[in-house]
Structures are given as structure tokens and as C-alpha cells.
């Protein structure tokens, strides 16, 4: 008897022992379960948000494209008025085109005249610096030749000095 009451006391504390650590494994549980869920709560909440901006930014896009089709509707429209006036100040223009046409082809004749005369004193320009450039390269062989003939005299001088200078 007393070892059936030995076994059922080691048996309880055995059964207490377990008891305790699922319960610790229990409260773990709960734990990882509620931080879970909040962790899931706050990912919702964000995800609610992401697509409310997403809505927000397809109606702004909207917007946008409206605004974009009205401003190239503008623009076509624009672009006719300004063909609509050329038209006119061509027309317009037409009329005094001719006294015009006749100033500006006096003016072209007058322009045509000096460019001649420019392009004439450029030419001379020209021959008178070809002339120049002959000039300074046949100053460049007089000066070669005289250096040399320079040279050659101080060559003679020095010899000329020294036979002079040892027959004294």
C-alpha cells in the first residue's frame, strides 16, 4: 500500500510537473497567438491604406489625362487661329508685296554690290600677303646667306687677327 501511495504521490508531482510546463507552453501560445493577430491587424490596416492611396492616385491619374486631353484640344484649336492669321497677313501682305519685293531686290542688288567690292579687296588682301610671304622668304635666304658671309669673315678675321698677332 504504501508503495501504491509512493507511486501515486510520484505520479502527481510527475502529472504537476506536466501540468506546469503546458501551461507555460499554453500562456507562450496565447501570447504568440495575440501578437500574431495584432501583427495581422496592423498589416490590414496598412494594406486598407495602400489602396485607399492607390484610389487616390488612379483619380489624380484621371485627372491628369482629362486635363491632358483638354490642353491638346487647346492646342489644335490654338494652332488653327494662328494658321487662320498667317492666312490673313498673307493675304494682307499681298498687297503690298509688290512695293516691297521691288525694296528688297534694290537692297539685294545693294548688298550683292558690296559683297563684290569685299570680296575684291580680299582677294587683293590676299595677293598682297602672298607677295609679303615671298618677300619675307627671300629675306630669310638673304639673311641665311649673310650670316654665312658673316661667319666666314669672323672666321678670317680670327685667323687674319692670330697670323697678325704672332708675326708681332
Same mark, same amino acid.
Given at each position: 500500500?504504501? $508503495?501504491?501511495? #509512493?507511486?501515486?504521490?510520484?505520479?502527481? =508531482?510527475?502529472?504537476?510537473?506536466?501540468?506546469?510546463? $503546458? @501551461?507555460?507552453?499554453?500562456?507562450?501560445?496565447?501570447?504568440?497567438?495575440?501578437?500574431?493577430?495584432?501583427?495581422?491587424? +496592423?498589416?490590414?490596416?496598412?494594406?486598407?491604406?495602400?489602396?485607399?492611396?492607390?484610389?487616390?492616385?488612379?483619380?489624380? /491619374?484621371?485627372?491628369?489625362? !482629362?486635363?491632358? !486631353?483638354?490642353?491638346?484640344?487647346?492646342?489644335?484649336?490654338?494652332? =488653327?487661329? /494662328? +494658321?487662320?492669321?498667317?492666312?490673313? !497677313?498673307? #493675304?494682307?501682305?499681298?498687297?503690298?508685296?509688290?512695293?516691297?519685293?521691288?525694296? %528688297?531686290? %534694290?537692297?539685294?542688288?545693294?548688298?550683292?554690290?558690296? /559683297?563684290? +567690292?569685299?570680296? #575684291?579687296?580680299? @582677294?587683293?588682301?590676299?595677293?598682297?600677303?602672298?607677295? !609679303?610671304? %615671298?618677300?619675307?622668304?627671300?629675306?630669310?635666304?638673304?639673311?641665311?646667306?649673310?650670316?654665312?658671309?658673316?661667319?666666314?669673315?669672323?672666321?678670317?678675321?680670327?685667323?687674319?687677327?692670330?697670323?697678325?698677332?704672332?708675326?708681332?
Amino acid at each position: 500500500m504504501t $508503495l501504491r501511495y #509512493d507511486d501515486e504521490v510520484y505520479n502527481g =508531482a510527475a502529472w504537476k510537473k506536466e501540468r506546469e510546463r $503546458l @501551461e507555460t507552453k499554453i500562456a507562450d501560445l496565447s501570447r504568440a497567438y495575440d501578437s500574431s493577430l495584432a501583427a495581422q491587424s +496592423e498589416q490590414q490596416s496598412q494594406i486598407v491604406a495602400l489602396h485607399s492611396q492607390v484610389r487616390e492616385l488612379r483619380s489624380v /491619374l484621371n485627372d491628369a489625362e !482629362a486635363d491632358r !486631353a483638354l490642353l491638346q484640344k487647346a492646342r489644335r484649336g490654338l494652332q =488653327a487661329e /494662328l +494658321e487662320t492669321i498667317k492666312m490673313d !497677313a498673307v #493675304d494682307a501682305t499681298r498687297i503690298n508685296s509688290d512695293r516691297e519685293l521691288q525694296t %528688297l531686290q %534694290l537692297k539685294n542688288q545693294d548688298l550683292e554690290r558690296a /559683297l563684290g +567690292e569685299t570680296s #575684291d579687296r580680299v @582677294e587683293m588682301a590676299y595677293e598682297r600677303m602672298k607677295k !609679303a610671304e %615671298l618677300h619675307a622668304q627671300d629675306c630669310q635666304v638673304e639673311l641665311g646667306k649673310v650670316r654665312v658671309e658673316n661667319s666666314e669673315l669672323d672666321k678670317l678675321n680670327v685667323s687674319y687677327g692670330w697670323s697678325v698677332s704672332t708675326t708681332r
